[in-house]
């Protein structure tokens, strides 16, 4: 955890302009929302469909679907096509941020 901090910490010592502060600001804020956050931790475990996550969450899909396509639209998670059905994915950086944030409450 230590480590962490420290990272944390040159990373904000190293930010040169207010653009870095607005985008850290937006990042925080998607994270800020309960439903979006769940998906993100459910998808550090594996790929899910809509359908999947919505039955999962007990929310419907279409609530599903609108908070994906902020993630999408963030590169926080990626989508891929099997046949008919889209499974999404968490993109990497984002997992390892979520995987070492939920340690912090373990």
Avoid: P, W
């Amino acid at each position: 955890r230590h480590s962490c901090v420290c990272f944390f910490r040159k990373e904000i010592n190293k930010m040169n302009s207010n653009e870095e502060v607005f985008q850290m600001s937006d990042f925080f804020r998607i994270l800020g929302n309960t439903t979006r956050l769940k998906i993100l931790i459910m998808l550090v475990k594996k790929e899910y469909s809509v359908n999947e996550l919505a039955q999962s969450l007990n929310i419907s899909q279409s609530s599903v679907s609108h908070q994906l396509k902020i993630l999408n639209s963030n590169k926080m998670v990626a989508k891929k096509r099997n046949g008919k059905m889209i499974y999404y994915k968490i993109n990497d950086v984002f997992k390892d941020f979520i995987e070492i944030s939920l340690s912090f409450f373990q």
